[in-house]
């Protein structure tokens, strides 16, 4: 384990730049900490920290120095590995003849920096979806660079030690920081990781200061907005689909959408042919879309999933049960994002120990009363 | 971070025929019966349109440039991969704008997709198909392969039911099958919901013509495709009847966008239609199918 002070942290930030990454990380716009491109250290949340419950998201100053002293907010790295809109082919008309050309792969090669351990995980969900059938997105995700924060704060709506996948960066970085006062641990993940560290002029770290690190990691454990009991959900859940809760939860659901987009690993589309004025170009794009829409199952018989009962299942049903089935991992990392963008609070770690409390029970047809 | 991707159920060589769309020109359209048309397409690029082969039951993405991209079911010989048949209705947006399509117009495919007919399966026995409306467009392939291929079976038998005549597709080649080919061996019996005067076949749902093929539930193998209302009844009548759930095969239909497993529209349960499907076998999904709008 090594130890870099505040200047080499300001090193890494330009000498990632320097070998041509474009540089994703935290920044403050708009009342949230997102994910934008920065130009160094200074881009940063310095001293700020957010609060955040079901529906409630707030930045507090906190008056200190630290750079990583929040928890993530609405974005995550599948923002800019899956983009919200994406051409994947355009079509020529000239005199009669048709000419289909896929888009060009992507040039662009992002440094994050900053990732927590629920979103490198959240990559690595987003992977075993895209990795095979999409070429632009396994070049990006080839080409970038992952500079991990072990999180020392987590949410109020944060499970990701129910879920196996955090506080502290198990897989998925090439570095990963732990922030201390003054300075970071960094532990490198991969030879191109541990090459670029190298570079930065860091120290080994003094037993004190491994300690410490793991320190932060253990008190977030403790600190964890939620919990959920992961037994058997694929289990739980498929054989309660006609439980009542499932009413219960769509009379509060207004299916906005919202969870679906600030999730890190949903990853549902829409692939949506466009044409220029004159008529001889066209477009086909790929843009994000949502279980939670009416238009998601149409079919010309009619469409599968009229109710919000059945779209909010569907997805819950994904994220905790099927995903398994079908990539063989959760497809949620508890990042506990849906929670907190959801406008009326809605709760999947409420909904599912509402579940299981009641496992079993089935919603009876209301009696028509003449 | 170099990826690993074995973890997939779709192979390599899958995703290259299916990401990027294929130019194909239509050469001819018949019409098959009220809003249904036959659009008989060849692949432009000569290489692509030689290495191109198809299963039975599959789909290709067709799509419009600047419309859309809808699955639809290849319903030609499978023998004969260089013309391939999709027969359409127009129901909407897509399906409308392909209705205008004329020969020489330039389409695209991208395909082709998902799990075929298991026509295999049945050697040894009798394979049964029972087909309703437009339902025997996906069919049609895995009949053809079985005349083809007529000696593997005992018997072959082909159902087919419609809401009128004017709704029962292929009907020269029906009426021929009826006629000429049961001396090969082909039986083939035919139903609508109303008959006119001038239909010589039966009268009635497809399931009335169950007791007519004298079906053994011992060594069939059962092919149904068409509305799920149809195939409903049918799987009901001939677990009746004793054939066992896992010698019965289905067509099934969702929104699809990609056909690759990369969009999530045609989800079912665990499945995957474009992937896992279209074609399943009844006791992997008769549990889903009773759940309302999953
Ligand atoms: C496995 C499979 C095989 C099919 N085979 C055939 C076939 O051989 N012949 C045929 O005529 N039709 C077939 N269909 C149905 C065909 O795909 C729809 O009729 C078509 O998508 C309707 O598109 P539209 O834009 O005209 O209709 P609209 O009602 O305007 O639909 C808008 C969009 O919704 C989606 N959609 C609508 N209906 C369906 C549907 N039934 N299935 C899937 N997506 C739908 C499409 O994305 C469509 O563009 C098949 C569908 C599936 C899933
Ligand atoms: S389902 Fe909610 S908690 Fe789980 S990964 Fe998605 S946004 Fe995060
Ligand atoms: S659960 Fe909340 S965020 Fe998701 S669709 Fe419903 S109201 Fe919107
Ligand atoms: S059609 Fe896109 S996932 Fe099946």
Redesign the pocket.
């Given at each position: 384990m090594r130890f870099l002070d505040e200047e080499g942290f300001g090193r890494l930030m330009a000498l990632l730049a320097a070998r041509g990454y474009v540089v994703i990380g935290p920044t403050v716009r708009d009342g949230a900490i997102v994910l934008d491109r920065i130009d160094g250290a200074k881009d940063l949340p310095r001293g700020i920290r957010e609060a955040q419950g079901p529906g409630a998201y707030r930045l507090e100053a906190t008056g200190d120095h630290q750079l990583f002293a929040w928890s993530h907010g609405p974005d995550s790295a599948k923002r800019f590995l899956f983009p919200p809109r994406e051409v994947l082919s355009t079509a020529t008309r000239l005199e009669g003849e048709l000419r289909v050309d896929p888009a060009p792969l992507p040039e662009v090669r992002y440094a994050f920096v900053g990732l927590r351990s629920c979103d490198l995980h959240a990559i690595e969900v987003q992977d075993r979806v895209f990795a095979i059938a999409d070429p632009a997105y396994r070049k990006r995700r080839e080409e970038s660079f992952y500079v991990g924060v072990n999180c020392g704060h987590p949410g109020g709506t944060c499970f990701c030690d129910s879920m196996g996948t955090g506080p502290r960066c198990a897989a998925g970085f090439d570095l990963a920081l732990t922030e201390l006062g003054g300075g970071f641990t960094v532990e490198p993940g991969t030879a191109r990781g541990e090459e670029l560290l190298s570079e930065l002029g860091s120290r080994e770290a003094t037993g004190a200061e491994a300690a410490a690190a793991a320190a932060v990691t253990d008190g977030a454990r403790e600190r964890m907005g939620r919990r959920l009991e992961t037994d058997d959900l694929p289990g739980l859940l498929y054989r309660n689909r006609e439980h009542p809760r499932w009413d219960q939860v769509a009379s509060r659901c207004l299916t906005c959408t919202n969870c679906t987009m600030v999730c890190p690993t949903c990853f549902c589309n829409d692939v949506v042919d466009g044409i220029s004025l004159d008529g001889t170009e066209a477009t086909r794009t790929r843009e994000w879309a949502s279980c939670f829409s009416e238009?998601f199952s149409?079919?010309?018989?009619g469409d599968v999933r009229k109710s919000a009962r059945s779209r909010y299942r569907q997805w819950l049903t994904h994220k905790f049960a099927s995903w398994i089935d079908q990539f063989g991992t959760s497809g949620c990392v508890g990042c506990g994002r849906c929670i907190t963008w959801c406008p009326v609070g809605i709760d999947v770690t409420e909904e599912i120990a509402a579940i299981r409390v009641t496992d079993g029970e089935v919603a009876v047809a209301e009696e028509v009363v003449a | 971070m170099s990826l690993d991707v074995s973890a997939s159920a779709v192979s390599e060589a899958e995703i290259l025929a299916g990401v990027a769309p294929r130019v194909a020109t239509v050469r001819r359209v018949v019409q098959e019966a009220y809003e249904?048309y036959t659009y008989w397409l060849t692949l432009d690029d000569p290489v692509v349109r030689r290495a191109y082969r198809f299963e039975p039951g599959q789909?290709n993405m067709f799509g419009v440039v600047g419309v859309?991209?809808?699955?639809?079911?290849v319903?030609s010989d499978p023998a004969r991969p260089m013309r391939l048949a999709?027969?359409?209705?127009?129901?909407?947006?897509?399906?409308?704008?392909?209705k205008g399509l004329r020969p020489g117009d330039r389409v695209t495919l991208r395909g082709p997709f998902?799990r075929p007919w298991p026509v295999s399966a049945a050697r040894g026995g009798n394979l049964l198909v029972v087909a309703g409306g437009?339902g025997l467009?996906?069919a049609r392939p895995a009949i053809y392969r079985a005349i083809r291929d007529r000696g593997a079976f005992r018997r072959v038998i082909v159902l087919v039911g419609a809401r009128g005549p004017e709704h029962m597709l292929f009907r020269h080649e029906l009426d021929a099958w009826a006629q000429w080919l049961r001396f090969r061996g082909i039986e083939t019996h035919l139903t609508v919901d109303i008959a006119d005067d001038t239909w010589p076949y039966g009268e009635g749902v497809v399931t009335t013509l169950f007791p007519r093929a004298s079906i053994d539930p011992r060594v069939t193998t059962v092919f149904t495709c068409g509305p799920e209302i149809m195939m409903r009844f049918a799987v009901r009548d001939l677990l009746g009847l004793g054939v066992p759930a896992r010698r019965i095969w289905l067509?099934?239909?969702?929104?699809?966008?990609c056909g690759v497993k990369l969009c999530g529209?045609?989800q079912l349960g665990p499945y995957f239609?474009?992937a896992d499907?279209?074609i399943f076998r009844y006791d992997e999904i008769g549990e889903l199918m009773g759940v309302a709008e999953l």
């Open positions: 238009e149409h079919m010309a018989p | 249904t789909i859309g991209e809808i699955p639809i079911s319903s999709h027969t359409i209705r127009a129901t909407g947006r897509v399906t409308n704008v392909i998902g437009l467009a996906p067509s099934i239909e969702r929104n699809m966008h529209h045609c239609v474009c499907g279209p």
